[in-house]
């Protein structure tokens, strides 16, 4: 058999895309710990070489999800481990409760609203329209909350990503033009608006920072897959 022939094969093309998403993901890893600025974080280097590369390939993104669907369903348990460092902050957690469920609440709906209103203001409707709204959650919840609701979860795995970098890089100006004192402050407002990735950039900030923007990170995405009927109940009714 050909190289042409074998890359034609549904499993050689998954384990090739598999292949390269991993290696991207580990380069542009080694990229940022050498320069660690926000344009340069791997959620953003990796994404635009696999664009690069599928673009020359004329590789369609569905065939793409198609290959690497189990590493998006690593995320999963991924997700999960954040719950080692929320339980080291039970205490904190504990004390603060309210504060949390009003901030996870209250971020949520801004989010929701948010994107309503982009979608409102470039004109954006049906399945696209509501694969956004989902977008200030980390990808596993998301994508989850966006299969409910109507939307396409592969696409609103982008529109995480894309959220989860300019969150992050606005959470640092944030911090530096706010007055947010509190370690919880500054995890809540990394793990509400930039999920994932702001987890992460809150973990640089801080050990507790990074647990309670874990914390808020999974909760708000527990809380929006219980929600999601009743939002669909309520566009529908």
């Known amino acids: 058999m050909s190289s042409q022939a074998w890359l034609n094969e549904p499993v050689a093309r998954a384990a090739a895309w598999s292949l390269a998403t991993i290696l991207f993901y580990l380069l542009a890893k080694r990229i940022y710990r050498f320069h660690p600025r926000w ?16 673009f020359v390939l004329h590789e369609p993104y569905r065939d793409y999800i198609r290959g690497t669907g189990w590493l998006v369903a690593m995320l999963g348990p991924a997700t999960v481990a954040f719950a080692v460092p929320i339980y080291e902050q039970r205490v904190l957690i504990r004390r603060y409760w309210a504060f949390l469920l009003a901030g996870m609440v209250m971020g949520s709906l801004t989010a ?53 970098i300019i969150g992050a890089a606005l959470g640092d100006i944030l911090l530096a033009r706010l007055p947010l004192r509190s370690k919880m402050a500054r995890g809540a407002l990394f793990g509400v608006g930039a999920h994932g ?22 909760l708000v995405g527990l809380m929006n897959v219980a929600i999601a009927p009743l939002f669909m109940y309520l566009m529908n009714w």
Do not use: K, Y
């Open 197 to 218: 990735a702001g987890t992460a950039r809150a973990n640089q900030i801080g050990r507790e920072e990074g647990a309670i923007a874990g914390l808020v990170m999974v």
């Open 39 to 54: 344009w340069l974080m791997p959620l953003a280097v990796a994404p635009a070489l696999l664009g690069t590369l599928a």
């Open 112 to 164: 929701m609203a948010s994107s309503w209103a982009l979608a409102s203001v470039l004109g954006i409707d049906g399945e696209l329209r509501l694969s956004l709204l989902p977008r200030s959650i980390s990808t596993p919840f998301a994508m989850e909350v966006s299969g409910e609701i109507g939307g396409v979860p592969e696409l609103t795995a982008v529109f995480v990503v894309l959220t989860g």
